[in-house]
């Protein structure tokens, strides 16, 4: 276990030592993976560090002590995936409770919201993140909770997090921010007036497209206490593999994301110059209509994922996913390996057809997640994909 965090360090030390430290007993330079479910504890009514693995778990503190660092929060809590650590924070709230929430939000937290939450009474309200007026107008005094994305999915929308937070402060709500697209790298949400930072760890957190899990992240002590006890009382806990897996993801995550980035700009910039493509949609564009907010909240570069509209629109668009080699034909994102999808029938499926149309989400829309290969095959990749996916006669 860490003291706490060493604020003087950069992040990139920070991801490799904070929360991991080495092994006391044996000099291991990667702290254990410790599967154990239970802990034998000082005596009968006493306690030690550990003593049930769903209260407490040594392999998972060390990632939620790793990721609270780079986040700059006090504490996190690690679930076993990103829509469990949602669903985690959504528990703060009560039957009568309303929640406002980005027109582009999540399909997994459009569905949370809409299907399961409105039984218990919490009702939601979308609304246009990047304008205050129609979140002011979407206001009710029963609001309680904005939850944001920022770039959202999959038009990439860019939120002004600060100015969003400043206003939401203002009517007394709390703020979630979702940063699995931006990752602490490139947005730190907390710095910007957030109180709850939520991550599926499945994506850039882990990488590696080999683990399922999800984190909230926040600063206050007392928010803190109450996310914890509903974890607890819930159980949808992150496992001791995943956690393990999520610390040394965390190592690299530095490197990857700038390095993702890098290439989905130049690709960006490329599939902008093609007569084929209708339009690109990549925050590090200055065409993207969050550009601006994107060069003030992103610290480095513009993250890994990019979206794009072909003119020919959906029997092209699915030729054209269908037609790649190095980019997989999958839902997720954020990993070494560059994905691929159309949101209409895949990652949005869970909109209906007329919240899809209303939210611009256009059956032509190709998403990427753009990965660790080289920018020169992934180039070429898309090339002969667009080809094959136009060449055809309609
Ligand atoms: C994947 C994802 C989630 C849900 O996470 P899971 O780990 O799949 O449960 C939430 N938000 C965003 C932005 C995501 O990409």
Redesign the pocket.
Known sequence: MSDSPRDGWDFSTRAIHVGQDKDPQTGAVVPPLHLASTFVQPGAGEWGAFDYSRSGNPTRLAFETTLASLEGGTKALAY???????HGAMMLLEAGDHVLAGRDV?G??YRLLHRILDRVGITVTLADTTDLSALENALTTKTKLLWL?SPG?PLLTMTDLAACSEWAKEKGLLVGV?N??ATPVLTRPLELGADIV??????YLGGHSDL???ALVVQDKDLFDKLYYIQNATGAVMGPLESFLCSRGLKTLSLRVLAQSKTALALALWLDQQPEVARVLYPGLPSHPGHAIAQQQMEGAYGAMLSFELKAGFAAAQRFVESTELFQLA????AVESLIEQPASM?HASYDAEARAKHGIHDGLIRLSVGLEAETDLRADLAQALQKATSVGS
């Open positions: 076993a995936s990103g829509m469990a650590a949602i999540y997994g937290t994305e999915n979702d699995t697209f939520m991550h599926s760890a499945t994506k399922l899990g999800g839902v997720s994102l954020g990652s």
